[in-house]
């Protein structure tokens, strides 16, 4: 057992390593500690004062967009240089004059665009010698930031797209531009809203402060340790139970964490000794808990702050965002449930010993059953009842619900007075039993309330995201208050002060962690503004794209690997939003175009959900993943083997990228409900196999070519769509002179296939397809004129004549003078499902070589603990 000493020491590592990384790891003694968390609170209600309604119910402190980021970016600025210590050896107990000064000077620099707002619009484009200045130093302070708080990949990969900014003219080959001036660089990085003050600021200031709010006051309210408990509770007694209750909590705590760091070390401490105890080594314990917390931020909602990042970039809505994501995020949890499964198989482990009563299997059926029946009726009471209730009682409706969510809090806090208050495990002593699942779960029913408003104002109301986590924020900041003395009310030992004190701190403690929690997502999307801001200022983006066309050879599959490989190499010292800013900005446009060239419509959101999948893979991937240096610290194992173990684990995350580029149903795009469902239950039947095959074991372990086989078979699962084509052609050719009769005779919500060359807007030649939908036709209108489109026609030859602006064509990318080349119409073919039949064939074979092998290995085991026990 580790000695009380060597776990104080290891968890001091683990504080210092999630503060270095989250929060800043300076804790200054004195009068500059309640001054530091006195900032950050008050940054914390700011940005619940901004999101919320009363700035206009009152009439002041109405901030524009612009005026907004310039704020938040002083705050994140401030708390940088007084939170962060400026080198290893910096004093960590008190703030030095300098970083005083600095901090000082960077929040005037951050909030310049807020002081100077009225007469920096009215000289557009025209920066004084006032605002160079400022932005010179406001540029290289922001880059100072950068490294102290994420270190210095992001701060140099920003600063070379300063020096090609600024040195275009003398840079070789096809990388050489015409160069901008200091003063255009400063007006166009931190006088507009083109680059530092750009979207992904905007995104932060908007929405990810309220999420990482939202989830520092969940942490703070106790909900992080009830998710563990339950999830212990449920899964601890199965086979490598520990490591499978680590999954499902990290998951949950996924929901509300941003960091796949603080991930690690919130449920590691706990997670990764109880899978050691149970027979897991010390470098698989770590990696479940890596695989398990990086996954955290592919779980909708918050996404690791992605998710808000995608709306403004892709330009769909965020329930829409959420929706295309969820499948694959379920998919990898539920494949890593069962990698966790197969090497507890593998080594014939055991639970831990379980507090529940003992029940027949039928009767664990009935329950879990009856439970998820009763899930879904309370469902669709909410839903519908809630539903009839708006139109009915008009605007007495919030009143009214309201009162209704306080009489259930009050209902769910009496049930769960009645059982005993969930405490903190110490992850260093041994577990005799698990808690009791009934017990466990009722105690903290009232944890889901917070986030059931959150879901409901975002899917059902359809409020912006900012104003769903406010009012989320808003209940659950009234559920610290008041939970601790009416829980004691209702316990019949009520210290009313002590109690609403602790609440109160409650509270405290959660805005100053959720403000330390953003000061590097702050700073980062700040800084990756500079990446965006550059491409835009000296067309970079079009070389780019150039030059990846040249290294893929137009090959689609290897721009795609190059992608998954850049991602990889920034995602190593950017963290993850970073990195998916920088890279999406740069590659997202080329991926899309490269598709087109050759002849597959890839939807932007499955790409932009592709470099962020390849990010988030960074964080385990050795030699630089802090996740897994994290879990190492942890388990005592060395990080490079815990980071390869973990990666191992990973692959199935890997995969998921590429399937649901060549196969969008994975995103649910263009699907029903009930093909949705079809989608998802063979999509997870298709990774469990995946998982099998790339573990070396199914049904009993797997030889060289079953392994193979299960491949082939979870491939043709995911894309069945891949061999139907081989059988059957989806479309026929037509020729161009037929285009328009064609379309006009198609069914609705069908579309066709139309290859286009021309000249673009830039004066480049293009040569791609693009996907045209069969839209309807407008009173008075050919289809064609409701798409926006007029061909001219001479012989056989087909150009565009004419394309309305902001009309479905142009969207497209329709422009005036290109030669449609050639059109493919859709034709009634089988339906490509028909493919899995084949591949469930070709799976029932492997089970019948492997089934003589489980039973006999089965028999072994059998006989062996016999043995064991005479």
């Known amino acids: 057992m580790t000695s009380p000493v060597a776990h104080q020491d290891a968890k001091d590592v683990l504080e210092d390593m999630v503060a270095s990384n989250d929060t800043g790891a300076r804790s200054p003694a004195g009068m500059a500690k309640p001054l530091l968390l006195g900032i950050a609170a008050l940054w914390s209600l700011f940005q619940l004062w901004l999101a919320s309604p009363l700035p206009y119910v009152f009439g002041f402190g109405v901030f524009s967009a612009t005026e907004a980021r310039s704020i938040h970016l002083a705050f994140a600025l401030l708390l940088t240089f007084l939170a962060y210590p400026a080198f290893k050896t910096s ?202 917390s990086v996954n955290g931020q592919i779980m909708p909602p918050v996404m690791g702050a992605a998710a808000f ?188 002060k002590a109690d609403v004190m602790h609440g109160v701190n409650d509270v405290w403690e959660g805005l100053v962690a959720g403000a330390r929690n953003m000061i590097g997502i702050g700073i980062a999307t700040a800084t990756a503004g500079i990446v965006v801001g550059a491409v835009s200022q000296t067309g970079v983006g079009l070389v780019l794209a150039d030059l990846v066309e040249y290294l893929s050879m137009g090959n689609l599959l290897l721009m795609l690997v190059l992608t998954a490989v850049l991602s990889l190499i920034l995602g190593m010292g950017l963290p993850t939003t970073a990195n998916y800013i920088v890279v999406s900005a740069l590659l997202a446009p080329v991926i899309v175009e490269l598709g087109q060239q050759s002849g597959l419509v890839v939807p932007l959101i499955a790409v932009h959900l592709f470099v962020f999948y390849f990010g988030i893979m960074a964080d385990v991937t050795p030699p630089v993943g802090l996740a897994s240096f994290a879990a190492a610290a942890i388990s005592g194992d060395d990080p490079m083997r815990t980071g390869v173990q973990a990666f191992l684990y990973s692959l199935r995350t890997a995969a998921l990228p590429f399937l649901f580029i060549f196969n969008t149903d994975l995103l649910l795009i263009d699907v029903t409900f009930w093909h949705g469902v079809l989608i998802f239950i063979v999509s997870t039947v298709a990774m469990l196999i995946f998982a099998a095959a790339t573990q070396g074991w199914f049904m009993a372990r797997s030889r060289w070519y079953e392994s193979l086989l299960l491949l082939l078979v979870a491939f043709s ?114 339906a490509k499902e028909w493919m899995w039949l084949p591949a469930l064939a070709l799976l029932l074979l492997v089970i019948g070589m492997q089934w003589p092998r489980r039973q006999a290995g089965s028999r072994g085991r059998n006989a062996g603990l016999r043995a064991e026990a005479s």
């Not at 932005?135 to 070379?160: F, K, Q, S």
């Not at 610290?480 to 009313?496: C, D, H, K």
């Not at 497209?812 to 080349?821: E, R």
């Open 91 to 292: 004093p960590r107990d008190r703030i030095p004059a300098l970083d005083w000064l600095l901090a000082i000077v960077a929040m005037l620099a951050g909030l310049y665009i807020y002081m100077f707002y009225e007469q920096l619009a009215g000289r557009p484009g025209q920066p004084i010698l006032q605002d160079v200045l400022v932005g010179v130093a406001g540029m290289l302070l922001l880059l100072e930031a950068t490294r102290r708080t994420l270190g210095p990949p992001l701060m140099i990969v920003a600063l070379v797209f300063i020096v090609y900014s600024l040195a275009g003219k003398y840079m070789p080959g096809m990388l050489a531009h015409r160069g901008v001036s200091l003063d255009a660089l400063i007006n166009h990085q931190w006088l507009t809203t083109q680059g530092v003050f750009g979207i992904a600021l905007g995104v932060s200031t908007s929405f990810v402060f309220l999420f990482v709010l939202f989830g520092a006051l969940l942490e703070s309210a106790g909900a992080g340790n009830y998710f563990i408990k339950v999830a212990f509770s449920m899964l601890g007694h199965l086979r490598g139970g520990p490591a499978k209750a680590a999954v499902v909590s990290s998951g949950l705590t996924g929901l509300i964490s941003g960091s796949s760091i603080a991930n690690v070390v919130t449920t590691g401490t706990f997670t990764i000794p109880l899978m050691k105890r149970v027979g897991f080594s010390a470098s698989q314990a770590g990696a479940v808990e890596v695989a398990a």
């Open 309 to 496: 990042l995608m709306v403004e970039y892709v330009g769909i809505p965020y329930v829409e965002v959420i929706r295309h994501a969820f499948l694959p995020a379920i998919i990898s949890y539920i494949a890593l449930l069962y990698i966790v499964h197969l090497e507890a198989l593998k080594a014939g482990m055991t639970g831990l010993p379980s507090s529940n009563p003992q029940r027949p299997l039928l009767r664990k059926l009935f329950g879990f059953v009856t439970g998820i029946v009763m899930l879904i009726v309370a469902s669709g009471v909410v839903y519908y009842g809630l539903g009839w209730m708006k139109p009915a009682l008009g605007e007495a409706a919030p009143w009214v619900i309201s009162v209704l969510l306080a009489v259930v809090y009050l209902g769910l806090l009496k049930l769960g007075s009645g059982y005993p208050e969930l405490e903190m495990d110490d992850p260093n002593q041994p577990v005799v039993k698990l808690p009791q699942t009934r017990p466990t779960v009722m105690v903290g029913l009232h944890y889901l309330l917070p986030v059931v408003v959150l879901v409901w104002c975002l899917m059902v109301e359809r409020l912006s995201p900012g104003l769903s986590a406010f009012w989320a924020t808003v209940f659950l900041i009234c559920i610290m208050l008041t939970q601790r003395p009416l829980i004691a009310m209702m316990r019949g030992r009520s210290e009313l």
């Open 717 to 830: 699962l995911f894309r069945p769509g891949f061999w139907m084509d081989m059988l059957h052609d989806p479309y026929q050719e037509i020729a161009p002179s037929q285009f328009a009769q064609s379309y006009e005779q198609s069914d609705k919500d069908s579309d066709l296939r139309v290859r286009i060359e021309g000249m673009n807007a830039f004066g480049k030649h293009v040569s791609k397809v693009v996907l045209v939908p069969v839209v309807d036709a407008k009173p008075g209108k050919t289809r064609l004129q409701t798409l926006g489109l007029e061909l001219l026609q001479d012989g056989d030859k087909v150009t565009v004549d004419m394309v309305d602006m902001g009309s479905v064509a142009a969207d497209l990318g329709f422009d005036f003078d290109q030669q449609i080349v050639s059109v493919k119409a859709p034709v009634e073919r089988w």
